[in-house]
């Protein structure tokens, strides 16, 4: 099962509330949000215990040959050794390089793309067995099989009780953040894509949250205010982005750039996906940029140099709330 590659976040969070006179700050590698009480104030902080585990995975992809294989084997197979485990995350977060739809017509603007994945609506169990949480959907394969088939893959989505995010109606229906909730914490996710620029919803046109990887203000304007939007209702807020070229080892400074600003703007994980390549991790500000996540279920060829079968790179975080406030905490995890 060399296609199986995880990204584990385990971030500690609301289990119990306990009250900690006299906090002399935040536990070494954490670094509370702005906004959180001076160490030195010795507020009454509260800390919280316990574990809220999330699971981030790059890109899934169900159709073709893993459809087939879904049919043959069974929805659980395609997870192979790793199903217990992934159903052990008290969240477990996709992005959805596919679409779930019984729609065959593919979409195209005169030219044809190179690629369409499709699988059929049933697959969702696989989703479900797995305990898939959430999908990504801004990415360049929601609209395979045209505005219908997206909008089916929404329905079969939600009809399965999954959230999702990126992709809807218009455009202020492809930003809405999902919300997730496990033992107490509110964890927000946004979603966006910065390619196909031709799939971007409109203010009346369905499609996927678009966002050029720009930091200009007139660009990054729409991205705070879905940031913002996010944090208003979560504790905890992951952003999502299928980004940049397949096959590229590593991000180049504009995305670096670009990725900063958005842990600037209020988000705790930065997760990146679309080169098919897990890239390199950073810390800024003490919030973890995973630059890109790589492929976690495919039947795509494997290119014997860039070694997309590898992408297995994990870590596990702890989170200290402070007043409301989360902090993050990644400690090394082999897996
Ligand atoms: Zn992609």
Redesign the pocket.
């Known amino acids: 099962m060399g296609w199986l590659r995880a990204w584990v976040v385990r971030i500690g969070a609301a289990l119990a509330a306990t009250a900690v006179a006299g906090c002399g700050g935040a536990p070494e590698g954490v670094v509370p949000r702005a906004g959180a009480p001076e160490a030195d104030a010795q507020p009454e902080t509260t800390v919280r215990t316990g574990a809220v585990s999330i699971a981030l995975a790059g890109?899934v992809m169900l159709g073709r040959l893993v459809n087939d294989l879904i049919y043959e084997a069974g929805p659980a197979y395609v997870w192979g050794e790793m199903l217990e485990s992934l159903r052990a995350y008290d969240l477990f977060l996709v992005n959805l390089?596919f679409a779930l739809t019984s729609h065959t017509e593919p979409w195209h603007d005169g030219a044809f793309k190179a690629f369409y994945f499709r699988a059929d609506p049933s697959a969702v169990e696989s989703l479900q067995e797995a305990g898939v949480d959430f999908a990504s959907l801004a990415?360049?394969?929601a609209l395979d099989f045209q505005v219908a088939g997206m909008l089916e893959t929404l329905r079969v989505l939600e009809g399965a009780g999954i959230a999702h995010a990126g992709a809807g109606e218009n455009a202020a229906a492809a930003r809405v953040p999902a919300v997730l909730r496990a033992k107490g914490l509110r964890v927000g996710v946004v979603s966006w894509a910065d390619y196909p620029v031709e799939w971007a919803a409109g203010e009346d046109s369905p499609g996927i949250n678009f966002t050029p990887v720009s930091v200009e203000a007139e660009d990054f304007a729409a991205v705070e205010r879905a940031i913002r939007a996010a944090r208003e209702q979560a504790d905890f807020v992951v952003f999502s982005i299928?980004w940049g070229p397949n096959w590229r080892v590593r991000p180049p400074e504009g995305f670096r750039r670009f990725a900063r600003a958005v842990i600037d703007a209020g988000v705790d994980v930065f997760w990146g996906h679309?080169a098919h390549i897990v890239q390199g991790v950073e810390f800024y500000s003490g919030r973890p940029i995973l630059y890109d996540t790589g492929d976690f279920v495919d039947d795509y060829a494997v290119d014997p140099e860039k070694r997309n079968d590898l992408s297995a790179l994990c870590g596990e975080m702890g989170t200290e709330v402070v007043e409301g406030e989360a902090g993050v905490l990644l400690r090394p995890a082999g897996r």
């Open positions: 890109d390089e990415n360049n394969h299928h679309s």
